[in-house]
């Protein structure tokens, strides 16, 4: 389940938020230097220079050289991003074999996976330089932020309809369960919930069925019958039939008549007694668990919906991250609050690995943001300060982390009109997340009220739809650091031409 997660590695002399990769293996200098003089010659037949293309990023099913890195991979991820990159031509019909290998590895053409955990070998076949760039392409366009979106697949904490992925296994003391059966009843899914309700009955009903019928059989009552002198205990049971029917009619308190049981006999009369006391716990257990879990607001959460997607931009000079969340019914959650959580693996100073540690995310608690009046679709906002977790995160590195939040939404279910006591005052929690790559950089959702015919009138379909806006590619810490040298500047400047307007 925590395959998002990576164990540390047993060197403890890294520190990070999650453990580093190990170095890649380094290339024999002669595999490198032959294949940079295979590279020179070819460029020099051509009489052009070699282009000084960006290399993609490493792989460790590609062998590493000394090639020309770009400064930042920022306006890579920009160019791919938004398609193709400019100096990329048209991708040539290939073969369905063919291999992609970076720039500094020439002349190593039959590089193995490491996953297979073969040797390299040399080979004598060299991509020529035509069908290099069109590769080379290839091969940054796969490793692009999109694709890489689009691949990723990790386990969620929690789903987007609010389900948490955390099974619970290995309880070796069981008895608690069954110290709290009605909540264990009710906690249980419809189809085992409606199988235990009919066992209970059914059970009872066989019990006390068998009892009656072995009665009447150690009596007589079933060999007499239609023997008007004999006193039977039991009249009318001639079978275990029979005697299952009077135990559904005694419990149930049908009655038909034809099967009762008389006064000439105490132990049918004390028989009788203990199936209408168990009957009657039977009935107040079962029926209070089926009227608690019908009025569970448990399905209110389906008509609380959030954006499927985070956006961060600036909001009156300041970064924050922002998603929007609804009510589609007209009767209202009362006394709403919202919280947020982010699940984040770190690792300590010491070396100790804590996966999914739980932080705050601050919504307004301080403020009373938090609070909602759920009528209309609300923007809520976290305001990245320097006591938030994303202080120190950009554009770019948002792309490199692993990370997931967690929105709880919780209120009060408002009494309805035809049954007050149906759900009323029971309150209601609906959940959702967000992962790293579900938060958009530097848009803004659009807005869904409009006033009409002197009400305000909400278009969900606009509820998910967002637009790109003007938000800086760096942290709030940096765009903090930087406001702050301005304000620097602008005192300098402010205490130097005062001081020279100042009369002698």
Same mark, same amino acid.
């Given at each position: 389940?925590?395959?998002?997660?990576?164990?540390?590695?047993?060197?403890?002399?890294?520190?990070?938020?999650?453990?580093?990769?190990?170095?890649?293996?380094?290339?024999?200098?002669?595999?490198?230097?032959?294949?940079?003089?295979?590279?020179?010659?070819?460029?020099?037949?051509?009489?052009?220079?070699?282009?000084?293309?960006?290399?993609?990023?490493?792989?460790?099913?590609?062998?590493?050289?000394?090639?020309?890195?770009?400064?930042?991979r920022g306006s890579l991820t920009t160019q791919h991003h938004r398609g193709r990159p400019?100096?990329?031509?048209?991708?040539?019909?290939?073969?369905?074999?063919?291999?992609?290998?970076?720039?500094?590895?020439?002349?190593?053409?039959?590089?193995?996976?490491?996953?297979?955990?073969?040797?390299?070998?040399?080979?004598?076949?060299?991509?020529?330089p035509e069908g290099l760039q069109s590769r080379r392409c290839k091969l940054l366009e796969?490793?692009?932020?999109?694709?890489?979106?689009?691949?990723?697949?990790?386990?969620?904490?929690?789903?987007?309809?609010?389900?948490?992925?955390?099974?619970?296994?290995?309880?070796?003391?069981?008895?608690?369960?069954?110290?709290?059966?009605?909540?264990?009843?009710?906690?249980?899914?419809?189809?085992?919930?409606?199988?235990?309700?009919?066992?209970?009955?059914?059970?009872?009903?066989?019990?006390?069925?068998?009892?009656?019928?072995?009665?009447?059989?150690?009596?007589?009552?079933?060999?007499?019958?239609?023997?008007? %002198?004999? &006193?039977?205990?039991?009249?009318?049971?001639?079978?275990?039939?029979?005697?299952?029917?009077? !135990?559904? #009619? =005694?419990? +149930?308190?049908?009655?038909?008549?034809?099967?009762?049981?008389?006064?000439?006999?105490?132990?049918?009369?004390?028989?009788?007694?203990?199936?209408?006391?168990?009957?009657?716990?039977?009935?107040?257990?079962?029926?209070?668990?089926?009227?608690?879990?019908?009025?569970?607001?448990?399905?209110?959460?389906?008509?609380?919906?959030?954006?499927?997607?985070?956006?961060?931009?600036?909001?009156?000079?300041?970064?924050?991250?922002?998603?929007?969340?609804?009510?589609?019914?007209?009767?209202?959650?009362?006394?709403?609050?919202?919280?947020?959580?982010?699940?984040?693996?770190?690792?300590?100073?010491?070396?100790?690995?804590?996966?999914?540690?739980?932080?705050?995310?601050?919504?307004?608690?301080?403020?009373?943001?938090?609070?909602?009046?759920?009528? %209309?679709? &609300?923007?809520?906002?976290?305001?990245?300060?320097?006591?938030?977790?994303?202080?120190?995160? !950009?554009? #770019? =590195?948002? +792309?490199?982390?692993?990370?997931?939040?967690?929105?709880?939404?919780?209120?009060?279910?408002?009494?309805?009109?035809?049954?007050?006591?149906?759900?009323?005052?029971?309150?209601?929690?609906?959940?959702?997340?967000?992962?790293?790559?579900?938060?958009?950089?530097?848009?803004?959702?659009?807005?869904?009220?409009?006033?009409?015919?002197?009400?305000?009138?909400?278009?969900?379909?606009?509820?998910?739809?967002?637009?790109?806006?003007?938000?800086?590619?760096?942290?709030?810490?940096?765009?903090?650091?930087?406001?702050?040298?301005?304000?620097?500047?602008?005192?300098?400047?402010?205490?130097?031409?005062?001081?020279?307007?100042?009369?002698?």
């Amino acid at each position: 389940m925590l395959a998002y997660l990576p164990r540390p590695p047993t060197d403890t002399s890294r520190y990070g938020t999650f453990p580093q990769k190990p170095d890649l293996p380094a290339v024999p200098g002669a595999l490198v230097e032959d294949g940079g003089q295979q590279a020179a010659a070819t460029a020099a037949k051509r009489g052009t220079p070699m282009p000084n293309y960006p290399s993609a990023p490493r792989h460790s099913s590609f062998v590493p050289g000394e090639s020309s890195l770009p400064p930042s991979r920022g306006s890579l991820t920009t160019q791919h991003h938004r398609g193709r990159p400019s100096w990329c031509p048209p991708p040539a019909p290939q073969e369905a074999g063919a291999r992609l290998y970076p720039l500094h590895a020439l002349s190593v053409a039959n590089i193995p996976n490491s996953s297979r955990g073969k040797t390299s070998a040399r080979s004598s076949t060299v991509p020529t330089p035509e069908g290099l760039q069109s590769r080379r392409c290839k091969l940054l366009e796969e490793d692009s932020p999109t694709v890489q979106a689009g691949k990723r697949q990790r386990q969620r904490y929690v789903t987007k309809v609010g389900k948490c992925q955390v099974n619970l296994g290995n309880i070796q003391d069981k008895k608690r369960f069954l110290s709290d059966i009605f909540t264990t009843i009710v906690d249980l899914k419809y189809r085992w919930f409606l199988f235990v309700f009919m066992m209970c009955y059914i059970v009872t009903w066989v019990v006390f069925g068998f009892i009656y019928f072995l009665d009447a059989w150690v009596r007589g009552d079933i060999g007499h019958q239609g023997d008007p %002198e004999w &006193q039977a205990c039991i009249e009318n049971v001639d079978g275990f039939v029979s005697a299952l029917l009077l !135990s559904v #009619e =005694s419990q +149930r308190t049908i009655g038909y008549g034809t099967r009762m049981v008389t006064a000439n006999c105490a132990e049918g009369v004390i028989l009788l007694i203990a199936q209408s006391i168990v009957g009657s716990m039977i009935d107040a257990m079962m029926v209070g668990c089926m009227f608690v879990k019908i009025s569970r607001p448990k399905k209110r959460a389906q008509t609380l919906i959030f954006s499927k997607n985070c956006v961060i931009s600036c909001r009156d000079e300041k970064l924050c991250l922002m998603f929007r969340v609804g009510d589609l019914r007209e009767s209202h959650m009362v006394d709403a609050k919202i919280r947020a959580k982010l699940i984040k693996s770190r690792q300590t100073a010491e070396g100790e690995f804590i996966p999914l540690e739980q932080s705050e995310l601050n919504l307004g608690y301080d403020t009373g943001e938090d609070r909602l009046f759920l009528v %209309e679709p &609300q923007i809520i906002c976290h305001v990245i300060n320097r006591h938030s977790p994303f202080w120190d995160m !950009s554009a #770019e =590195s948002l +792309r490199r982390e692993q990370f997931e939040i967690i929105i709880i939404l919780e209120g009060i279910v408002e009494a309805t009109g035809k049954c007050p006591c149906l759900a009323a005052g029971m309150t209601c929690q609906a959940r959702t997340s967000y992962t790293e790559d579900e938060i958009l950089w530097g848009y803004r959702f659009e807005p869904c009220m409009s006033l009409e015919k002197g009400a305000f009138q909400v278009d969900y379909s606009r509820f998910e739809m967002t637009f790109e806006v003007q938000t800086p590619a760096a942290s709030a810490k940096e765009l903090h650091e930087l406001k702050e040298l301005e304000q620097q500047e602008h005192s300098t400047l402010s205490l130097y031409w005062d001081h020279l307007l100042q009369p002698c």
